[in-house]
T-cell receptor
Framework: GQQVMQIPQYQHVQEGEDFTTYCNSSTTLSNIQWYKQRPGGHPVFLIQLVKSGEVKKQKRLTFQFGEAKKNSSLHITATQTTDVGTYFCAGSRGGSNYKLTFGKGTLLTVNP | DSGVTQTPKHLITATGQRVTLRCSPRSGDLSVYWYQQSLDQGLQFLIQYYNGEERAKGNILERFSAQQFPDLHSELNLSSLELGDSALYFC?????????????FGQGTRLTVV
């Protein structure tokens, strides 16, 4: 079945440092979504990417979708303590396949 | 507040028992998704309903079942509970019939099986 691998599992940074999490799929994806889950909270949608090579920015967050549509990354510039949480990627194969497969997430902690 | 309501927030029950988790989607959303989140398995997709019909099935055990009612709320039934079923169960809703639009998650139901 479809697998979505996410690395690293954990990342601890000093406030102001950059952070990147990577997502790799065993199959070509139709779309990929990114979610953030704060400690004790629920996943919150950040963004969706659908085009090969797509790059989207949200303030300090940059999302990329690979050319082959099998990998994606989330980069945070100059982390802040408010960035703490687990970042999940989730991919779908599209067509008649309606499953959204989540990676296991990257837990980001930020030292002030 | 995502607009998705899940009840109860916490549930403690004994092995072998049966429980029902309830989800009310955002107003206007026709799709309801159920996910199980545990420390070692991450977010596992269980099942999706769209406008009352089952649309997609994930890693849902035979002891688990779900349904979506005409008013679009959904229930997840877990029976013959085992210790390993202890987890956070999330419901999410979206307007579309597939996973190509934003999904809004509820606060979750934390199930503890003792």
């Amino acid at each position: 079945g479809q697998q979505v691998m996410q690395i690293p599992q954990y990342q601890h940074v000093q406030e102001g440092e950059d952070f990147t999490t990577y997502c790799n799929s065993s199959t070509t994806l139709s779309n990929i979504q990114w979610y953030k889950q704060r400690p004790g909270g629920h996943p919150v949608f950040l963004i969706q990417l659908v085009k090969s090579g797509e790059v989207k920015k949200q303030k300090r967050l940059t999302f990329q979708f690979g050319e082959a549509k099998k990998n994606s990354s989330l980069h945070i510039t100059a982390t802040q303590t408010t960035d703490v949480g687990t970042y999940f990627c989730a991919g779908s194969r599209g067509g008649s396949n309606y499953k959204l497969t989540f990676g296991k997430g990257t837990l980001l902690t930020v030292n002030p | 507040d995502s607009g998705v309501t899940q009840t109860p927030k916490h549930l403690i029950t004994a092995t072998g028992q049966r429980v029902t988790l309830r989800c009310s989607p955002r107003s206007g959303d026709l799709s309801v998704y159920w996910y199980q989140q545990s420390l070692d398995q991450g977010l596992q997709f269980l099942i999706q309903y769209y406008n009352g019909e089952e649309r997609a099935k994930g890693n849902i055990l035979e002891r688990f079942s779900a349904q979506q009612f005409p008013d679009l709320h959904s229930e997840l039934n877990l029976s013959s509970l085992e210790l390993g079923d202890s987890a956070l169960y999330f419901c999410a809703s979206s307007v579309d019939r597939g996973p190509w639009t934003e999904a809004f998650f509820g606060q979750g139901t934390r199930l503890t099986v003792v």
